[in-house]
């Protein structure tokens, strides 16, 4: 088996072929390993809960520096990949499903209010070039700090409502709170890219569609706040809000499996779940989807004061980012993960906490009471005094192995801590950069295209990043047209490929396809180009191709990527 071969490797230096001669046994065992080995790919992760500090997660890390590029480091530090920043800022980014970075960009003639900014988005290819752009900054609406990528290739943005003072006093706003022109309340839009520069609004919500207020029977929206806690009182908090600003959310959230979404306020200090399944026109209402109550909040949690269950005593959340659910097959799946930007002062020295909460199984809840949990699941705040602080930006980030990845964005430090609370890693920029949040992703393999004819010739170009622990290290790209899964095990690694004919060719074949065999260059980089002629009896297939990386003095295998696929359309 490939993982037990002790054949004596050539000096690295040599060419791939002659890699190839020497380990051309190795892919005779990959049909019978599907037959003779079971087992699932393991993963270092402990009962929840439970005293287990494991080490650094393997994978790399993604920020951005404020006003800079974007940046991917691996687990030693170095950055192995860089997205050039080009004429705008950004905020929240992510990677999608295809290796694309999404990022919300500032627009010029961004309204003149504190922070998060943006009015656009952009889909950026690894190598820089930018796939779509779209643009929400207009004389009634613009996007601000965040998005939310959706399984249906549509993207959520969070967006301020360009509103009048007279607007807001009409709808219930107590004038003594509005010292500027202009009312920004939030709202979400549900954007389906449409062209390279274009895109279609097919679903939006709206904060003032579900307001409250008890200050003036006369004007719109009365009603006892105390009995409507599916509202936000339009009045709270009670002071003057700077710029206009009502809301200032900060952080989007999108829950496939219930179509519900996470919408994070700090100005009022709670997180809230709306229904996804809704019409635009059910969006509006107080009926209607899946839960039965349109657009309403289903869901608050934070501060209880400002539906008049509490007093400022019973406040939870202070100007906090990054809310978020704990994606499935990850240890605390399904709780909701907070970075508590002003969660206490100690001694003199204020700081900051990450927080973990249960998510409720329903949304059963009496008026009059707070919504719960009273008591937090997880938490970490650091043990020295005054060492864990950032006043805004931040988040935080559930790993596969259950430890948890963490921005203080106002310090420039991203540290991993396990369950207990070590640190089992920390990069710290020099200078320390101010950073909105950062992103962890266990992707090694990007592709430049993800459809292609069956009818004609193409080049495909793939971009290994396995990062500086690789470099030196062997590899092969290997390929399937039978799928993914159940992929090969390899130890406690698993190729993420079903062998077949096609695995066979790549492999035989790398003596003569462009860095599809080698030794991986400095930061653990390759790239490989292949060349399929015209396969029209595959067409409606889907190829897919990933990588192992070998140590070339053991021929343990050390590492496995993503895969990715290339559709064969007609």
């Given at each position: 088996?490939l993982?037990?071969d ?18 051309s046994l ?15 790919l ?10 287990v ?10 920020y951005?520096?404020w006003?800079?590029d974007t940046l991917?480091v ?8 860089t997205w ?7 905020n ?12 919300a960009?500032?627009v ?9 900014a943006?009015?656009?988005?952009q ?7 930018i ?5 929400l900054a ?8 965040d ?39 939030d709202?979400?839009?549900e ?8 895109g ?10 579900h ?5 003036d ?19 709270f908090?009670?002071?003057d ?6 809301n ?12 519900l979404?996470?919408l994070?306020?700090?100005?009022q200090?709670?997180f809230?779940i ?9 969006a509006?209402?107080h ?6 109550r349109?657009?309403d909040?289903l ?15 019973d ?9 978020h ?6 240890p605390?799946?399904?709780?909701v993960?907070?970075f ?22 329903s949304?059963?809840h ?5 919504y719960?949990p009273?008591?937090l ?14 006043a ?14 963490v ?5 420039g ?19 320390q950069?101010?950073?909105?949040r ?13 459809s ?14 396995a ?5 030196g ?23 993420p490929?079903?062998p077949?004919?096609?695995t066979?060719?790549t492999?035989?074949g790398a ?8 030794t ?6 390759a ?21 192992l ?12 990527s ?9």
């Amino acid at each position: 088996m490939l993982a037990k071969d002790r054949h004596a490797l050539p000096d690295t230096q040599q060419r791939p072929v002659s890699m190839l001669r020497r380990w051309s046994l190795t892919l005779a065992w990959v049909p019978i390993a599907i037959a003779t080995l079971g087992g699932e790919l393991l993963r270092s992760q402990g009962p929840l809960g439970a005293p287990v500090t494991a080490p650094a997660s393997p994978g790399h890390r993604m920020y951005s520096p404020w006003g800079g590029d974007t940046l991917l480091v691996d687990n030693t530090g170095a950055v192995v990949h860089t997205w050039p920043r080009g004429p705008r800022n950004v905020n929240g980014l992510y990677l999608g499903d295809d290796g694309s970075l999404w990022r919300a960009t500032r627009v010029p003639g961004s309204p003149p209010v504190f922070g998060g900014a943006q009015g656009g988005l952009q889909r950026v290819a690894l190598d820089g070039s930018i796939r779509w752009e779209y643009t929400l900054a207009s004389t009634t609406q613009w996007s601000h700090h965040d998005i939310a990528l959706l399984p249906n290739g549509n993207v959520l943005m969070i967006a301020w409502d360009l509103m009048t003072r007279t607007e807001a006093i009409a709808a219930g706003r107590d004038p003594a709170l509005l010292s500027t022109p202009q009312w920004l309340p939030d709202s979400i839009v549900e954007v389906q890219p449409t062209g390279p520069t274009a895109g279609a609004i097919v679903w939006e919500w709206h904060f003032m569609d579900h307001v409250v207020q008890d200050f003036d029977p006369a004007m719109a929206n009365f009603g006892e706040v105390d009995e409507h806690p599916e509202l936000l009182d339009i009045n709270f908090p009670p002071e003057d809000a700077q710029s206009g600003e009502w809301n200032h959310c900060n952080a989007l959230d999108y829950d496939p499996v219930r179509d519900l979404i996470m919408l994070n306020s700090p100005f009022q200090g709670e997180f809230y779940i709306i229904d996804h399944s809704t019409t635009t026109a059910e969006a509006a209402s107080h009926a209607g989807g899946t839960y039965g109550r349109g657009g309403d909040i289903l869901y608050r949690w934070g501060n209880p004061e400002a539906y008049r269950a509490g007093t400022g005593y019973d406040q939870k959340l202070f100007f906090q980012h990054g809310a978020h659910w704990v994606p499935p097959g990850l240890p605390g799946a399904g709780n909701v993960l907070i970075f508590n930007n002003e969660a206490g002062t100690l001694q003199g020295a204020q700081f900051s906490s990450v927080i973990e909460l249960e998510f409720p199984d329903s949304f059963a809840h009496v008026t009059g009471e707070a919504y719960g949990p009273e008591t937090l699941f997880w938490s970490y705040t650091h043990p020295t005094t005054g060492t864990f602080y950032s006043a805004g930006l931040s988040n935080a980030e559930r790993l596969p192995n259950g430890n948890t990845l963490v921005c203080s964005g106002g310090q420039g430090w991203l540290f991993e801590i396990s369950r207990t609370g070590e640190i089992v890693w920390e990069h710290r920029p020099s200078p320390q950069p101010l950073m909105f949040r950062t992103a962890y992703y266990e992707r090694y393999l990007w592709s430049d295209q993800e459809s292609t004819s069956a009818t004609g010739v193409t080049n495909v170009a793939f971009d290994l990043i396995a990062g500086t622990a690789q470099t030196g290290q062997a590899y092969f790209l290997l390929g399937s047209a039978s799928g993914t899964a159940p992929g090969v095990p390899l130890g406690a690694l698993e190729l993420p490929l079903i062998p077949d004919a096609y695995t066979r060719w790549t492999f035989t074949g790398a003596s003569v396809l462009p860095g599809f065999a080698g030794t991986l260059a400095p930061l653990g980089r390759a790239n490989a180009v292949l060349t399929l002629p015209a396969l029209p009896l595959l067409k409606g297939r889907t190829l897919h191709h990933a990588y192992l990386v070998l140590d070339t003095k053991t021929l343990q295998t050390v590492q496995v990527s993503n895969s990715v696929p290339l559709a064969l359309t007609p």
